[in-house]
């Protein structure tokens, strides 16, 4: 999964993605301790795609949030001289 195809999707979009991910880890770590992954960097692509897409849900998030309130000016708050 590249950064580039998660940047498009809707944010509902990426809870359903998010959760296929979860699941795909969650058999992925059955598999590791039966003996029967035979992919096992697979694991580590899992892992980092969830972390992927947390990322950019958080960005979105975020980004919604300031469009919504003014963005506050940066001002001294020092004493007088």
Do not use: D, G, P
């Given at each position: 999964?590249?950064?580039e195809d998660v940047k498009t999707t809707t944010i509902d979009e990426l809870k359903k993605l998010l959760l296929d991910l979860k699941k795909k880890q969650f058999n992925l770590r059955f598999q590791r301790s039966q003996g029967q992954l035979e992919n096992t960097?697979?694991?580590r692509s899992v892992r980092r795609d969830i972390a992927r897409i947390k990322?950019?849900?958080a960005q979105k998030v975020s980004g919604e949030a300031g469009k919504k309130t003014p963005a506050k000016k940066a001002g001294k708050t020092g004493k007088a001289a």
């Open positions: 999964m590249k950064a960097a697979e694991v990322t950019f849900m």
